[in-house]
């Protein structure tokens, strides 16, 4: 065989597909040698001279390559030309780093070097490096500097800085104000700040007294922006002590308008003096949101110490705090909630049937249970339900019997009238609102129940629908998404983890996957989507636990709170005051 037809024999033995291979350091080593021929002055076609003279080499492919602002200038306008081009108003430190950059793809930013750098790169348009900086002075803020890197991020476009640095401000307000940077904004500026809805103060106190604080720093020629100012100062959520004690007889407050502001909040005063439920309509009147979302506020009760007990609960970051004390001590008090802003507390005054009720005004610049008018019968283990601005006390025990009857409360007249009165007596049972109607769910008056009835407001009747499939006393009822849930409760002695739904479409009720654990009386809340169920109690020993149920998977979850000493047996979920802040935060 002649040596071609060997090497056509081991060609046809070694024929197979096509390899690609790829030098990973490839860029990276012809990148140094181009850095390093920069650096000696090899080979290159552009030179850039700053303001003071020093000058930076380059290649021209590699910067346009880099940057869209080299390429604009080579290749269209005079520069494109050129080997020497000046670059202006660019501190050559600067350049110099960007350059290196562009070889190398790093940079080293500094608080020295950080906004000079930022500014640079927006010229040269170097998004990454501008990214950088702008990441790098997220973590430098604090509230001495906050407003002036917002500043300098609206200058630059920095979005992300901007939007970030404008939340800190908000969030950190009371800290930002006393530092000189707040003392050195334009009345323009300083109007944009205080007239934010989500600005986060405890007490408007606060807004009240940077204001003025910036007015007397120049008093001269700022007193005369105080009424614009003024009108951002939401007086009405002053405590009204403050304002009859600071307010009214701050003397740069002589002027017309000025004085308009503090008696527009006097009055404010009168009207929840003659009705507590009064909901502010002017923005002036009118609670921060302060970004709040919703906090939950948690009752319990111990039998030990005949006391109850109320605090705040944070369900994301699961912490707690002291909340106001209600002025009595009540065992399983019925609870309401108007329009998540006031929170009524009636019944059961330790172990007692009472005609008692009171409120937590949630707008109050200081929060505190006062008394309300009495139910007009004797009530305990009652049913609360709240449709508009109509509290409705249903059934109960008044210490003798089991009732059936119903009052309901108009907030607007502040008095309480009967309505008609359900089909049978119901104690210890749950109530749902669903679409505007009032469902009793269950009880106990004698033995337990599984029926339920709903209430129609507008012809003042009750229809009985379907059932529960078991009896349920001490169940915790849940609306979600037009679904109403009744959860867990005892049937007879035995303490159920059981759930079912009901949902008017179909009008039954159908079993959903059972709890985790069996609890009678506990408290029940929605939020987010999800039903929450919390504490309770099983045969005698207190449960420090949540459960949570996303409907979406049917499923539950569980999670263990910690230093829990007491039963909870309610929760409500309400809008979170502005002068309450997690110990989190």
């Known amino acids: 065989m002649s040596v071609e037809e060997i090497v056509d024999v081991q060609k046809q033995a070694l024929k197979c597909e096509p390899t690609k291979y790829k030098n990973i350091s490839h860029k990276d080593g012809v990148f140094e040698v181009l850095q390093s021929l920069r650096k000696n002055e090899n080979f290159c076609d552009i030179k850039l001279q700053t303001d003071d003279g020093v000058i930076v080499f380059g290649h021209k492919n590699i910067l346009v390559s880099a940057s869209p602002y080299f390429n604009a200038m080579f290749s269209s306008f005079d520069e494109s030309n050129k080997d020497l ?35 640079a790169a927006n010229l040269l348009q170097l998004d990454y490096v501008r990214d950088a900086c702008a990441d790098f002075l997220k973590t430098q803020l604090d509230p001495s500097n906050c407003l002036g890197i917002n500043k300098f991020a609206d200058v630059h476009n920095c979005l992300e800085l901007l939007n970030i640095s404008k939340a800190y401000i908000k969030k950190q307000f009371v800290e930002v104000v006393q530092f000189d940077e707040f003392l050195s904004l334009s009345s323009e500026d300083v109007i944009k700040l205080i007239s934010c809805d989500d600005l986060f ?11 003025i604080n910036w007015v007397k720093h120049k008093l001269n020629c700022r007193k005369v ?14 405590s009204k002590q403050y304002v009859l004690e600071k307010v009214v007889y701050e003397p740069l407050l002589d002027n017309p308008t000025c004085k308009e502001y503090v008696f527009e909040a006097l009055q404010f005063y009168i009207l929840k003096s003659v009705n507590p439920f009064t909901i502010p309509q002017m923005i002036r009147s009118t609670p921060r949101q302060s970004g709040l979302q919703k906090v939950v506020l948690v009752f319990s009760y111990s ?26 001590s009540r065992n399983m008090a019925s609870l309401g909630v108007i329009k998540d802003k006031f929170v009524l507390a009636m019944g059961d005054v330790t172990n007692f049937s009472s005609q008692s009720v009171e409120m937590l005004d949630l707008l109050s610049p200081s929060p505190c249970w006062v008394q309300m008018v009495d139910m007009l019968v004797r009530r305990k283990h009652l049913g609360v339900g709240i449709i508009d601005d109509s509290v409705y006390a249903i059934g109960g025990f008044d210490g003798t019997n089991y009732l059936k009857s119903v009052e309901v409360f108009d907030v607007s007249v502040q008095k309480w009238k009967m309505v008609s009165s359900m089909s049978c007596s119901r104690s210890n049972f749950g109530v749902g609102v669903l679409n505007n109607l009032l469902y009793a769910v269950g009880g106990f008056n004698g033995a337990g129940l599984k029926s339920v009835e709903c209430y129609i407001p507008g012809e003042d009747r009750w229809i009985p629908i379907a059932g529960m499939t078991v009896n349920r006393h001490g169940a915790g009822i849940g609306v979600l998404d037009g679904v109403m849930y009744a959860i867990g409760g005892k049937n007879g002695t035995v303490i159920l983890n059981s759930v079912e739904v009901y949902r008017p479409s179909s009008g039954i009720w159908t079993p959903i996957p059972d709890m985790h654990l069996a609890r009678d009386n506990p408290g029940v ?57 997690m110990m989190s935060e």
């Open 525 to 581: 809340f929605t939020l987010d989507g999800l039903l929450y169920i919390i504490g309770g109690i099983q045969n005698s020993t207190i449960l420090d636990s949540l459960e949570i149920y996303n409907p979406k998977t049917n499923t539950w979850s569980k999670e263990i709170l910690t230093n829990i000493s007491t039963q909870i047996y309610q929760a409500v979920v309400v809008d979170r005051p502005p002068h309450f802040r």
């Open 201 to 211: 103060v405890p007490f408007e106190e606060k807004v009240f007294e940077c204001v």
């Open 225 to 238: 922006f105080l009424p614009n100012l003024m009108k951002h100062v939401r007086l009405a959520l002053v």
């Open 85 to 119: 081009i000046n670059i202006r108003k660019l501190d050559s430190t600067i350049l110099q780093l960007l350059i290196d950059y562009i070889y190398t793809g790093e940079i080293i930013v500094t608080e020295i070097n950080v906004q000079d750098l930022l500014s």
């Open 303 to 328: 039998s030990t110490m005949l006391k109850s007990f109320t605090n705040w609960f944070d369900p994301f970051s699961k912490v707690w705090q002291i909340a106001p004390g209600m002025t009595k």
